[in-house]
């Protein structure tokens, strides 16, 4: 009866030492689901903001490249004489019949 009673005690041993193994093993394969959970997640978020930011350039470079006609300007042309003014060394030149022809008077 004494080795019924001391295997007994051994088995219910062994039983309480695999369910803690099972759960600290539970407890480790449902942080890994975790984790796997939120790269993934993550990952689908990266896609899709690569997604957009490349849908917007095209979007952009449509728009830039979409009226590729030439615009006409009307251009104004002025004829001023001009004089050079090479006092002192300088090489300034003026336009005639204005108030501003000498430096540092």
């Given at each position: 009866?004494?080795?019924?009673?001391?295997?007994?005690?051994?088995?219910?041993?062994?039983?309480?030492?695999?369910n803690?193994?099972?759960?600290?093993?539970?407890n480790?394969?449902?942080?890994?689901?975790?984790?796997?959970?939120?790269?993934?997640?993550?990952?689908?978020?990266?896609?899709?903001?690569?997604?957009s930011?490349?849908?917007?350039?095209?979007?952009?470079?449509?728009?830039?490249?979409?009226?590729?006609?030439?615009?006409?300007?009307e251009?104004?042309?002025?004829?001023?004489?001009?004089?050079?003014?090479?006092?002192?060394?300088g090489?300034?030149?003026?336009?005639?019949?204005?108030n501003?022809?000498?430096?540092?008077?």
């Open positions: 009866m004494a080795d019924l009673k001391n295997i007994e005690n051994k088995v219910k041993k062994v039983n309480e030492l695999a803690e193994l099972a759960y600290k093993a539970n480790e394969i449902s942080i890994l689901k975790h984790k796997i959970t939120c790269l993934t997640v993550l990952i689908g978020l990266l896609f899709i903001l690569g997604a930011v490349s849908i917007y350039a095209i979007h952009s470079f449509k728009e830039l490249f979409y009226s590729m006609e030439i615009e006409e300007v251009t104004v042309t002025y004829d001023n004489e001009v004089e050079q003014n090479t006092d002192n060394g090489s300034n030149y003026f336009v005639n019949n204005s501003n022809n000498k430096i540092g008077e």
